[in-house]
């Protein structure tokens, strides 16, 4: 193949970036970024890690892959010569590895003063557990969001790992990114972004902090507005087992509800929080007639807020999704769009995910302008699968 700088079309084209790779966090927020337009060049261990690569990990696309051997020093001044022409580089190891590497903050700066350097962790890079193994759910256990998560007053119950890792994780590593790239072009000076899951999942949950501060709310699990502790907000079950979700908060889109449902006259009214276990069995029983799809035909579209709870395969064929493009088949992957969307500069996806660590070694290292390539190569200092 033949890679070539500046292939993006998002607003980011002509922003460089290297990627020391990681896995989870930090790589999505490269996605984000190469999805946006910049050129990043991700740079992976020889045989790649765990949990990180292959031709269906969509957390890849965008970007070409080159292994280096970090442990080798030439290696590592290649990887400095690419951060001399770059603005970002993003790393997501434990604190103090990449300043052991050669390759910390103080280093990369000394050969690019304008470069924001980002760093993708759980814990922070410090605190006590800063040297600590964590995953997801352990930084989101700490910063109080965890166990407000669920319906079931016995447990919480984890989300997968959308809150941590991508909630308060990436998003908040790219935000700090796009913040340092523009105060860098006033300043001209670079800047160490400490971007930790404890910090962002905090900062996200701040509604709940507001919640807590005014003294409506309660430290327990379905007993507030937004975590099921009321009948129209809540997810039903329908007569073939599947369940649809039900956000009807506002009195006009509850009316609508109710209306849509055929139980206004019986149902009892929003203002009557004693009544509302006699609401959610109303709710409950009449949801319960039909079928999921019958009561999509019936409520989709209208005020009452209501929506089917659906799998990401049937979400792919969504009506609603397809008109929006949400989800399109590149290089034979299904996978989702770019975005947000941008009027003038809108963003298309460019390479599909490596099938392996290195596939674009010998083009990648040429088109950032580095010499000798074949070179290291055969010293094994580079590696071409």
Request: hydrophobic share 40%; glycine share 12%; proline share 6%.
């Given at each position: ?147 407000m998560m669920g319906q079931d007053k016995a447990r ?80 039903y079950e329908t007569s073939d087992g599947k369940h ?142």
């Amino acid at each position: 193949m033949t890679y070539e700088l500046g292939q993006g079309t998002g607003p980011l084209r002509g922003v460089k970036v290297v990627e020391i790779a990681g896995i989870g966090p930090g790589p999505h927020a490269c996605m984000i970024l190469a999805d946006l337009g910049a050129d990043v060049i991700r740079i992976e261990r020889p045989g790649g890690q765990a949990l990180a690569g292959g031709a269906t990990m969509l957390l890849n696309r965008g970007r070409p892959s080159v292994a280096l051997n970090l442990k080798d020093p030439q290696a590592v001044a290649t990887v400095l010569e690419l951060v001399r022409t770059a603005d970002v580089v993003i790393e997501g190891m434990r604190p103090g590895v990449t300043e052991r590497l050669g390759l910390g903050p103080e280093d990369c700066l000394a050969v690019n003063e304008r470069i924001v350097y980002g760093r993708m962790t759980g814990w922070g890079q410090d605190g006590p557990l800063a040297q600590a193994a964590g995953h997801d759910m352990n930084y989101i256990a700490i910063t109080g969001a965890l166990q407000m998560m669920g319906q079931d007053k016995a447990r919480p119950h984890f989300p997968s790992n959308l809150v941590g890792d991508f909630g308060g994780g990436s998003t908040y590593l790219v935000i700090g990114i796009l913040a340092a790239l523009l105060e860098a072009r006033l300043s001209g000076k670079g800047q160490v972004i400490d971007a930790a899951i404890v910090d962002g999942t905090a900062h996200l949950n701040a509604m709940s902090a507001a919640f807590l501060a005014s003294g409506g709310y309660t430290e327990e699990r379905a007993a507030n507005l937004l975590d099921g502790g009321v009948p129209f907000y809540d997810i039903y079950e329908t007569s073939d087992g599947k369940h649809l979700s039900v956000g009807s908060l506002e009195p006009q889109f509850f009316d609508a509800l109710v209306t849509t449902l055929g139980v206004k006259e019986t149902c009892p009214g929003q203002g009557e929080p004693e009544r509302y276990d006699e609401m959610r069995g109303v709710l409950t029983d009449t949801f319960r007639t039909r079928t999921q799809a019958e009561w999509v035909e019936i409520f989709e579209g209208t005020d009452a807020c209501v929506a089917g709870i659906i799998p990401l395969t049937e979400a792919v064929e969504h009506p609603h999704m397809k008109a929006r493009g949400v989800f399109v088949e590149h290089e034979g992957l299904v996978q989702p769009t770019p975005a947000p969307r941008f009027s003038r500069t809108p963003p298309t996806l460019t390479l599909p995910p490596p099938r392996a660590a290195g596939e674009h070694t010998r083009e990648a290292l040429a088109a950032w302008g580095i010499d000798g390539v074949d070179d290291l190569v055969q010293r094994g200092v580079a590696v071409q699968t």
